[in-house]
């Protein structure tokens, strides 16, 4: 069955509990949990029992189905006698086992009170109930025997049952049923809550037509999974054919299915970046180096982590993602998300195999599932339309990658209903939603309405919200967020960007829509910086009470101070997405138990990457900021208008308040180091003479190219970005400085020396560099002669100095509009350019987007001799321009 492990980012079960942690316990307790019959069985053929963990002790109990008493799973309730198949008589060798089923007729009104219990498995049995042996509720062994398919002499041979899979707790329901190992009747499973929540999942076809579909619809390979007699379609990995011979098996016909595939994989990506979009959980590069696969987070939650998959997987490991892809090995929790989305990727062959540098992979693109073989058929015909509920359903250990699995969630559930028999005449109905996106089937916001939050919505997860093909006439956007409609599924065809409401679509657009993209849609200049955050209203700054380090502790606003705990370390996660954490704890800006109503408390807690952790930041246009939570679309403001001091913070809906307005008080540290030239501690050629530079003293004087000065001991304290200023005089043109560290090991780069007028005409010019903690030694050389130096300062900037860049964007600002062209491209030395814009300062960027250097152009030329090897963009501004070049360093 799917199994309970952290897998990947918000995609399964343990995953979004982990995210939950962000919350405070909701009041939700035991909840009525009713067992539909739609099959063609009578209720008394069918036998119930539910098994689990309770919350409170962690220890395995039973529930007694007729009369919902909660009950430790005891060996004394091993009293029914069971089958002794092949000789086997059960762990109590006496051929007894649990009595803990109850037929479906005798519990009352087919309804019972399901506890606040983890690992819960409520079993549906056809015909007689299941052999079940109880060790105990706890110590060692404990819990239960359940059925093994792959056992020649389990009990439970022949017996065809149904399960779903569950955990109550004070975070709320999360349920599903599940063909991860095998699928035996049709399943049906719904969930109510409060605020009207309610959403079904399950089977839409009766049991032969499934059986029958699933027979027309698979290859030769996967013909072996129906048992023609009992009707039972076994996941592949568990059938005969695709046995690889371990664990007492013998290899079966298809044991390799997808070694070639997976083969074809490992060779590539040996020699070319594997980089791809995983969803929530970011965009990840690497290779595989050995037989290991490294990948690098580039964006999301996981930035600059290194995610691991030791070797290749054979089949069955990624079949029922096992063994190296189930495996934790540095990043723990990483290494099992890369793990769970290469199980994803593999089964649903979207690994790309036959493209030269294919670039960036979109794994989460549904339209490009199971489109070549070697693929998953037998995962993939549970998402065939027709099937199942909206096309999703569990037909691997992490289908729940991409949002594919029936997983249903809700933190206040009210009641559960299962249908044994699925809903094959039925119709699932859907309620009217709403959210930071909210689209109308009809105009002025009329009709049936579904919510949209973040993420990418094709056809068919549109109609999981019931919004149906080419039926949307009005759409509301919140501040802060925009959509992005196409005209045809899968963000294809026309389309258009919409940022605020619009009450009725024109002829192009009304009725015209099958997919939809939700981005955030905020400033995106706020850079990765600190800041005090001052209420408009209030002018006072927004503070962690207390100064308190711990989760949940409270978020008011404060007399302005310097003390940590009113600086928050803003984080960029694109289009105006941010990260805030509180300084003084390293902690997150949180909504408290992802709360969308008006008044949810703001508090801080451990970073999750969820969310009612990210905000977007919408500028007033006047020097204030809207911080909008991504889970919500509502305001962070100061509770009730207040001025006073340890006011409450919260969320509440935009209407343009004061209270929701922030001033963005940047929160610098600087620590600069005074270098006075003349103190060099060795040197070549250098002479001194008296300054009349403000602060008097000696200057170093009649420097000749070739000459240098050295300083010992130059402390970096921590790693990122320096501002290095020269105070320097010059009576001539052409002189060139560049400064390094430990004698040129590190090149830190090269600068022109304006002519100042003077030889004691001072100017101070400067450019900044990314400098790794350490004590150095630092150097300046004359490149070209004729340059006063009087003193240097190296000074830590707070930001990390990160640019974002488009090499496809085209100068706008040269004669004629026409297009800049830098030469020669790869370049070793020198650089030229097609257009004179000597003079213009331009930042040099490498590939990830750090600022690796400031120089100003001399000769129409650049000096990129003092780059390391690789790919760089060069960004000009002019006339408040922006132009981004890209060029290769040999």
Request: contains cysteine; neutral net charge.
């Amino acid at each position: 069955m799917k199994k309970n492990k952290l897998r990947g980012f918000i995609t399964s079960l343990k995953t979004i509990l982990l995210l939950l942690i962000s919350s405070f316990i909701y009041g939700q307790g035991a909840i009525p949990f009713t067992i539909n019959n739609t099959s063609t069985f009578n209720d008394n053929e069918l036998y119930v029992a539910i098994v689990g963990i309770d919350n409170n002790s962690g220890n395995h109990v039973w529930v007694n189905a007729k009369t919902s008493q909660v009950l430790p799973m005891d060996a004394t309730y091993n009293t029914v006698t069971g089958p002794t198949i092949n000789g086997n008589k059960g762990p109590g060798l006496n051929s007894k086992y649990a009595n803990c089923f109850t037929k479906l007729s005798d519990i009352p009104n087919k309804t019972f009170t399901l506890p606040l219990i983890s690992g819960c498995r409520v079993f549906i049995a056809r015909g007689q109930q299941l052999y079940f042996y109880f060790f105990g509720a706890n110590g060692a062994p404990s819990g239960y025997t359940s059925p093994n398919p792959l056992n020649a002499s389990d009990p439970n041979q022949g017996i065809l049952y149904e399960i779903i899979e569950l955990t109550n707790n004070q975070y709320g329901f999360f349920g599903n049923p599940s063909r991860v190992d095998s699928y035996k009747y049709p399943m049906g499973l719904e969930l109510f809550g409060t605020n009207g929540y309610q959403k079904r999942v399950g089977e839409l076809k009766k049991h032969e037509d499934i059986v029958a579909a699933f027979k027309a619809n698979v290859p030769t390979e996967f013909q072996g999974c129906v048992n023609n007699t009992t009707g039972e379609i076994t996941a592949p990995s568990k059938t005969p054919a695709f046995a690889d011979g371990t664990n007492g098996t013998t290899a079966g016909a298809q044991a390799f299915y997808l070694k070639s595939y997976i083969n074809q994989i490992w060779e590539k990506y040996k020699n070319e970046d594997l980089i791809f979009y995983a969803g929530n959980a970011g965009v990840f590069k690497g290779r595989i180096i050995g037989e290991q696969l490294e990948v690098v987070g580039q964006s999301g939650g996981f930035t600059g982590r290194t995610g691991r998959v030791q070797s290749r997987p054979s089949t069955q490991e990624a079949l029922e993602g096992k063994g190296v892809l189930d495996r934790r090995l540095v990043d723990g929790d990483l290494d099992l998300v890369i793990q769970a989305q290469l199980t994803a990727a593999i089964n649903r062959h979207v690994i790309n195999v036959t493209t030269t540098n294919p670039g960036q992979q979109n794994w989460y693109d549904a339209s490009k599932f199971y489109q070549a073989n070697p693929t998953n058929h037998y995962s993939k015909f549970w998402h065939l339309p027709g099937i199942s509920v909206d096309n999703l359903s569990y037909g691997f250990a992490y289908d729940d990658v991409a949002d594919q699995s029936p997983s249903l969630h809700t933190s206040q559930p009210t009641k559960v209903v299962a249908t044994f028999g699925g809903y094959a005449s039925s119709t699932p109905s859907i309620p009217a939603t709403t959210d930071v996106v909210t689209a109308y089937n009809d105009c002025n916001y009329g009709g049936f309405s579904g919510g949209l939050t973040i993420g990418d919505y094709n056809l068919a997860r549109l109609k999981v919200l019931g919004l149906q093909e080419d039926a949307i006439s009005s759409l509301r956007v919140a501040k802060g967020f925009q959509a992005i409609l196409f005209q045809d599924d899968n963000f294809s065809g026309a389309s258009t960007n919409i940022s605020a409401d619009i009450s009725c679509f024109d002829a192009i657009w009304n009725d015209k829509v099958s997919s939809i993209r939700i981005l955030a849609n905020g400033a995106t200049n706020l850079g990765n910086t600190t800041y005090y955050l001052q209420s408009r209203n209030s002018e006072l700054n927004m503070e962690v009470t207390g100064l308190s380090k711990a989760d949940n502790a409270n978020i008011a606003q404060g007399t302005p101070t310097t003390a940590d705990n009113q600086k928050f370390i803003f984080t960029h996660l694109g289009n105006g997405l941010y990260k805030i954490i509180a300084k003084n704890s390293g902690l997150s800006l949180d909504v408290k138990a992802f709360d969308k109503a008006n008044g949810a408390n703001i508090e801080q807690y451990t970073y999750a990457g969820s969310s009612n952790q990210q905000f977007v930041l919408v500028s007033t246009g006047d020097g204030y900021y809207k911080i909008v939570a991504k889970h919500s679309g509502k305001l962070v403001e100061v509770a009730a208008f207040s001025t006073v001091n340890n006011a409450n913070i919260q969320q509440w809906e935009n209407v343009d308040q004061l209270s929701g307005q922030w001033k963005l008080v940047p929160a610098t540290t600087t620590v600069s180091t005074l270098i006075q030239a003349e103190d060099y501690s060795s040197m070549s050629g250098i002479q001194t003479e008296t300054t009349t530079d403000t602060g008097a003293g000696l200057n170093v004087a009649y420097t000749d190219t070739g000459d240098w000065m050295a300083y010992k001991n130059i402390n970096f304290a921590t790693s990122g970005f320096y501002l290095i200023e020269y105070r320097v005089a010059s009576a001539v043109n052409g002189a060139k400085i560049s400064s390094d560290l430990n004698a040129g090991s590190i090149v830190l780069g090269s600068l022109d020396i304006p002519n100042t007028g003077a030889w004691q005409n001072w100017q101070t010019i400067s450019h900044t560099v990314s400098v790794n903690a350490g004590t150095y030694n630092f150097g300046l050389f004359i490149k070209n002669s004729g340059v006063n130096i009087n003193w240097i300062k190296i000074t830590k900037t707070d930001s990390t100095a990160k640019l974002s860049v488009d090499s496809e964007i085209k100068i706008q600002n040269l004669q004629d509009d026409t297009t800049l062209i830098i030469y020669p491209n790869p370049v070793e030395n020198t650089l030229l350019f097609s257009k004179d814009i000597t003079g213009i300062t331009v930042n040099i960027v490498d590939s990830q987007g750090n600022l690796v250097t400031q120089q100003k152009i001399s000769s129409n030329s650049l000096d990129v001799s003092q780059l390391k090897g690789g790919i760089y963009f060069i960004v000009l501004e002019k006339e408040g321009v922006k132009t981004v070049k890209r060029f290769i360093k040999k």
